[in-house]
């Protein structure tokens, strides 16, 4: 028998914080008929996650402290999408508002569950090339922040290193990345 | 003046289902002395993803229904991390039971947060390289599951793509193992 999805049979609000944050508890019936009680499930906003790479083969970085990191990181601009957004547009907005630059062309890497069991969100990914600082940035973020161009063999260099970013979605984002620029011959 | 980071007030807890989950609310200080009340922060078990490989160059995933997706799911083996376990004894107790399979030798590439703003958890990633299966698979997990080895070849076609991997840490755990494995010459 090919594999089933399980199926929904209540839900639950356990914790209601919208637009920030809800836990629900599900009561799911697996594919043999087992009904398991409260499986719990986390929903928060998708976001979006840039990786804004130059024409002198840099990447843009962002040094902020991060709460879910409790410490300095290096990250990339990324954003909450909001709700009459599509995710580019959140990108888009997200890379002006953060670091003041414009790209020339945009190339989505796909859209990822961050929590395989608990849901979470998704975040979506962008590659954004060629681009340049317009604007002073402008984001409102309670984070302090400062950009940092770095070469695209030192950020491979700290990637492979795997000490320098700290985040799970800085990590994929700069995989595909590195990916997608090989295959465009960069 | 350097970045700082900011200062926890209070907290307060606001959902507990430990160990399962706990959703907690911080009072805290920015480094310009304003104060945010309420930024929420998720807490659930760290845990571990296996990229496992054999000498015949290929990577053995699983197939299976993954709640947090919603639908069948082409993802590496992984699982929360016990109390008592260090994550590397955690990697090769899921590779066991998930797989049957023992690995040759073990390479850790890294811990990150999977929640920027909410912290959640950390994922350790392992590449598990000459790997053989010397047992059935045990799990005990809720989801049925098919084991599936893809040559590597196939594995980073499917990664660049963009549409076959639905996980973030699955898309995080193959481009640090695809670049460990160019590193070591593979």
Redesign the interface.
């Known amino acids: 028998m090919p594999?089933?999805?399980?199926k929904t049979l209540r839900t639950h609000l356990?914790?209601d914080?919208s637009p920030?944050?809800r836990?629900l508890a599900d009561d799911?019936q697996?594919?043999?008929g087992?009904v398991?009680e409260g499986?719990?499930?986390?929903e928060?906003s998708d976001y979006a996650v840039i990786i804004p790479t130059n024409d002198a083969g840099e990447v843009l970085f962002m040094?902020?402290?991060?709460?879910?990191?409790?410490?300095?990181?290096l990250?990339l601009p990324?954003g909450g999408i909001d709700p009459e957004e599509s995710p580019l547009e959140s990108a888009q907005r997200e890379l002006r508002e953060e670091t003041g630059c414009q790209a020339v062309a945009w190339q989505?890497?796909?859209a990822?569950?961050?929590?395989?069991?608990?849901?979470?969100n998704r975040?979506h990914i962008f590659l954004a090339t060629g681009c340049r600082q317009t604007n002073e940035p402008t984001s409102g973020d309670?984070e302090?922040?400062?950009l940092a161009w770095v070469s695209l063999q030192e950020a491979?260099r700290w990637?492979?290193a795997?000490?320098v970013?700290?985040?799970?979605?800085?990590?994929?984002a700069?995989?595909?990345a590195?990916?997608?620029m090989a295959?465009g011959g960069q």
């Open positions: 594999l089933q999805p399980w356990l914790l914080r920030r944050l836990v799911v697996l594919p043999d087992q398991v499986y719990l499930r986390v928060t040094r902020c402290y991060k709460r879910g990191v409790d410490a300095i990181d990250q990324a989505n890497l796909g990822y569950v961050v929590g395989g069991n608990l849901g979470i975040v309670l302090e922040q400062e491979r990637y492979r795997g000490k970013y700290r985040q799970v979605s800085t990590i994929a700069l995989g595909l590195f990916a997608a295959d």
